[in-house]
């Protein structure tokens, strides 16, 4: 009996061993992280934290390169339709849902309640080990932050756009398609809007278009207006 007593111990320990290591892996998608590339990533994150601490931003958006190139290939188009509603851009090329989770975690939303927030990120996911339902649930959580940082400030969710580049699988966009669904149930009719305008970045063979986007991932000028026009009337009401 007392060997028996003695063993016990150990065996709640191998319990506890193969519990932890037979555990599912955690998500990489909601886990916050920093990027060491590019190597201008941290002082981009920085550059955002000072504009929202200077405040005075009603439009704010969020998200990957597809966001980050309103700067260049979008800009006159941004001039256009945000230029005069004190609208900012907190997007980084090649950022995945980890990113922006790390970005809000330090500081990018702290101290502003922007009347709008524009979210689209999760295409850089789609394409590595991640889940549709792991890729929704960093959006979600990324959603879940902004409502936290930012209580009083609407979120203008996007289904994230379709794509068909080069070297892209299959089933890439079969899991963003199904991401866009999941995420689509975090419309609640009041401070969540979900929106999905992809059909107008699409051709009669649902595929992107060239003329629409080169690489058949980012959007050029013509791209931008179609965003803009296919995105105004809802956001136009979000803002009043």
């Known amino acids: 009996m007392k060997k028996l007593l003695a063993l016990i111990p150990l065996l709640l320990a191998c319990a506890c061993f193969s519990q932890e290591t037979n555990s599912p892996a955690k998500n990489p998608a909601i886990i916050p992280a920093t990027r060491s590339s590019p190597t201008n990533w ?3 994150h920085e550059g955002f934290v000072k504009k929202a601490k200077a405040g005075g931003i009603d439009l704010l958006f969020m998200g990957d390169s597809i966001t980050d190139f309103w700067r260049n290939r979008g800009s006159n188009v941004w001039a256009k339709f945000y ?7 907190f997007g980084i090329s090649g950022d995945r849902t980890e990113h922006v989770l790390w970005r809000i975690e330090n500081g990018e939303l702290d101290g502003i309640e922007p009347k ?40 203008l969710l996007l289904a994230i756009f379709p794509r068909n580049r080069a070297g892209d699988k299959p089933e890439q966009m079969e899991r963003i398609h199904q991401v866009n669904q999941r995420i689509a149930k975090l419309d609640d009719g009041k401070m969540i809007t979900f929106l999905d305008i ?10 992107v278009p060239k003329d629409i986007m080169p690489d ?25």
């Not at 230029?83 to 851009?89: D, K």
């Open 83 to 89: 230029g005069e509603r004190h609208a900012a851009n």
């Open 198 to 207: 992809n059909h107008v970045f699409l051709g009669p063979d649902e595929k």
């Open 42 to 44: 941290l002082a981009r």
């Open 216 to 240: 058949f991932l980012h959007p050029n000028e013509h791209g931008y207006q179609l965003w803009a026009d296919a995105m105004e009337p809802t956001l136009d009401k979000m803002l009043k």
């Open 116 to 155: 709008v927030i524009v979210l689209m990120i999760g295409t850089n996911n789609s394409g590595g080990s991640e889940s549709a339902d792991q890729i929704a649930e960093g959006v979600e959580k990324i959603v879940s932050e902004m409502r936290a940082k930012c209580p009083k400030s609407k979120i």
